[in-house]
């Protein structure tokens, strides 16, 4: 029996013996982090030739992970090596933005520094934002691992095939989902808990939008479900705590529970509706 399962283990371990392990994926992950950001470097870069050797290094050490992870010509990974590192800039620029929306989201923040060193909800939205850039790709397997590193330290689940503009505030974080087909624009700000989710989870809906759009300027309070590939949240909206959303909503519309009482039932809960566009 020892025998038998020992030789199934072989199997297992000779399936991919050159493909990189999630900790080397996630190593390369805080390599770029600390490249972007001196917060997070395990050496000073201190002037323009150190800059061009760690980004050369870095080139060199995605095309050796990509080599290893997929067989393909040696043109095509340089190709989508270059791929990824010529989104780098943008990806920068846009996590500065983040960055600021975060503090200027939280009162209790005092600088853009301090979401850098400390925020969970950055840390999460930039483990995307590199994510999604290797998704865009056609990248295999390290989008995920790269989201899922980010999701064991925060508690934080972006998928990496998600659509995010820029100004993308999370505020304390813990517990949100973002679906893979999650649409949100600009200026959206999240809170602990939130959930955008499928309706469906059957394998034959994989090609299909499951998720939610969240339209520019939304605000989700803490807990907020919203479901559905077809819901769309309607610009300007605020979705209350703990509200459950199957069906699009209009544009600067407040959800929100509110409790009733009858006396002969209890305490009922229902959702209230209000638009308050001008």
């Known amino acids: 029996m020892k025998k038998e399962f020992i030789k199934i ?20 992950f805080q390599q770029i982090m600390g490249l972007l950001y001196w917060d997070y470097a395990t050496k000073k870069l201190s002037d323009i030739a150190s800059i061009e050797s760690e980004w050369a290094s870095l080139e060199r050490g995605l095309e050796q992970l990509l080599k290893r992870n997929k067989p ?12 990824f590192f010529d989104q780098i800039p943008a990806v920068y620029s846009t996590l500065n933005q983040d960055i600021r929306a975060i503090y200027e989201g939280d009162p209790a923040c005092t600088c853009h520094r301090e979401v850098i060193r400390s925020y969970p909800g950055f840390y999460a939205i930039a483990a995307y934002r590199i994510a999604h850039a290797m998704y865009v790709l056609g990248i295999r397997d390290f989008p995920r691992i790269i989201t899922e590193h ?8 972006i998928h990496p095939g998600a659509q995010i503009a820029p100004s993308f505030c999370i505020d304390h974080g813990t517990g949100i989902v973002i679906g893979e087909t999650s649409v949100i624009h600009k200026e959206v700000k999240i809170y602990q808990g939130v959930t955008l989710g499928a309706l469906s989870v059957k394998k034959c809906d994989a090609d299909n939008k499951r998720h ?3 339209e520019r300027g939304c605000v989700l309070y803490a807990n907020a479900t919203i479901l559905g590939g077809d819901t769309i949240i309607g610009h300007d909206s605020i979705i209350g705590g703990n509200t459950w959303i199957t069906r699009s909503v209009p544009p600067q519309s407040k959800i929100y529970y509110q409790a009733l009482m009858n006396t002969d039932e ?5 959702i209230v509706y209000k638009n308050y566009a001008k």
């Open 9 to 28: 283990l072989l199997e297992e371990h000779l399936s991919c013996q050159s493909c990189p392990s999630p900790r080397e994926v996630s190593d390369f």
């Open 72 to 83: 393909s010509s040696d043109r095509s990974i340089k190709k989508i090596c270059q791929g």
């Open 150 to 157: 980010a999701h064991s330290i925060t508690g934080i689940d």
């Open 212 to 214: 939610p759009t969240i």
């Open 266 to 270: 209890g305490a009922l809960d229902r």
